[in-house]
């Protein structure tokens, strides 16, 4: 497993879903990360948590991510992982939400640095693929020790960190602060991977090389445009009409009718996911370099960055761009039932023009997942 020059689908609750993972291999994306395990839920063989592990064949450079706060629990857990075909093992340090944290897991292992370098040390020695930690800025502004812990953590084996740069606190409401991510990649020789409102390939580039980082990771900007991968590797905007997002729309609903099943069971199973997603890509708006390229360095914040000032948008468009929770549902039903691409977007018109017309379409962007 290489490290670097490497750009990463970052670990996503539910949105790194199999179905997913392959949309994002679909369109350039190269090395995939599973949706967080509870190591002690894998270590009870529960089902549910055992699923989070597995691969497609087609991820040929696929990372499970792991919460844990004892070593044996982590160890059973990444061995689960490797016996599915992980290239690595990730350990979650950044997860701010309360139940986790509370339980001594995620972002709270940042404030015990000794304990996480033990229980990283024993992985590495207990796992026979590489470690990777993946981390915040630490606790909060005031608490800012992720130089210290990317210390302990290069010491204690780790083979990759990855620096989401914001705290816990900050969760998503502050933009990431990139310098921070430079310091430390700049203080370690073990690769640092930098993570934090990448949204278009040339804000993935300049951040890159200016913080000197070896890799870079996209978590919403993927969710949001699947196809930001192959944009960063050509380091070209694609700005894909809705027909063609449609399309693949469509392509995700067939992935899910294959992992899940075509049955009345599987059905409900994607729906639990694929309205969700179009809750993202109803967010996608161009954002041509030429135009935005100024305009994204002063407001790197992602829900900034997005701008609502075109007219004369076609039925379709609309249609995608409309933020409604109900629609994104009747949408992934309709994409469900699709024969083919021709039928998905006939049935979308149909839809269309069924419901009652939405105040602005701007979404509103900055509710969702900060
Ligand atoms: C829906 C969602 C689920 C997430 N789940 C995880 C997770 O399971 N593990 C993790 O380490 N980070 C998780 N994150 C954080 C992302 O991996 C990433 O660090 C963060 O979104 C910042 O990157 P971005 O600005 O490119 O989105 C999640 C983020 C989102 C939006």
């Not at 539910?14 to 179905?19: A, E, I, Q, T």
């Not at 991977?193 to 990448?198: A, C, F, K, P, R």
């Not at 804000?203 to 090389?209: D, F, I, K, L």
């Given at each position: 497993m290489d490290f670097r020059?490497?750009?990463?689908?970052?670990?996503?609750?539910?949105?790194?879903?199999?179905?997913?993972?392959?949309?994002?291999?679909?369109?350039?994306?190269?090395?995939?990360?599973?949706?967080?395990?509870?190591?002690?839920?894998?270590?009870?063989?529960?089902?549910?948590?055992?699923?989070l592990l597995r691969k497609h064949p087609d991820e040929t450079c696929f990372g499970a991510q792991i919460a844990a706060s004892k070593p044996h629990d982590a160890i059973v857990a990444g061995l689960a992982a490797v016996e599915r075909g992980a290239s690595w093992v990730d350990l979650n340090c950044g997860c701010p939400i309360h139940d986790i944290v509370r339980r001594g897991m995620g972002a709270v292992l940042l404030q015990k640095p000794v304990q996480l370098g033990k229980l990283v040390a024993e992985m590495v020695?207990?796992?026979p693929v590489p470690v990777s930690v993946k981390i915040r800025l630490g606790w909060s502004e005031d608490d800012q020790n992720a130089s210290e812990v990317a210390r302990i953590l290069e010491e204690s084996g780790a083979a990759a960190i990855c620096v989401h740069g914001r705290t816990r606190e900050q969760r998503y409401s502050r933009k990431a602060d990139w310098d921070a991510i430079a310091r430390i990649a700049a203080e370690r020789s073990v690769?640092?991977?930098?993570?934090?409102?990448?949204?278009?390939?040339?804000?993935?580039?300049?951040?890159?090389?200016?913080?000197g980082v070896a890799s870079v990771m996209v978590g919403r900007g993927a969710l949001i445009k699947p196809w930001l991968f192959r944009e960063i590797a050509e380091k070209r905007s694609w700005e894909p009409t809705a027909e063609e997002r449609l399309g693949i729309a469509f392509w995700l609903a067939q992935a899910m009718k294959q992992h899940f099943r075509d049955d009345e069971k599987g059905r409900e199973r994607a729906m639990r996911f694929l309205p969700w997603h179009l809750g993202f890509f109803c967010r996608y708006r161009p954002l041509p370099a030429e135009r935005w390229q100024e305009a994204s360095r002063q407001h790197p914040l992602m829900q900034t960055r997005f701008a609502d000032d075109e007219t004369d948008l076609s039925v379709l468009e609309r249609l995608l761009r409309?933020?409604?929770?109900?629609?994104?549902?009747?949408?992934?039903?309709?994409?469900?039932?699709?024969?083919?691409?021709?039928?998905?977007?006939?049935?979308a018109l149909d839809l269309a023009g069924r419901l009652p017309p939405v105040a602005g379409a701007a979404a509103d962007v900055a509710t969702a997942h900060g």
């Open positions: 020059g490497r750009v990463f689908l970052a670990p996503l609750t539910k949105g790194g879903n199999l179905p997913f993972r392959r949309l994002c291999l679909q369109h350039g994306g190269e090395v995939t990360m599973g949706e967080m395990a509870y190591a002690y839920q894998v270590k009870k063989r529960s089902k549910s948590e055992l699923a020695k207990g796992i690769p640092v991977i930098g993570n934090g409102d990448l949204l278009t390939w040339y804000e993935t580039h300049e951040r890159w090389q200016q913080s409309d933020p409604r929770e109900e629609l994104h549902a009747a949408l992934a039903g309709e994409l469900w039932a699709a024969a083919d691409a021709a039928d998905a977007q006939q049935r």
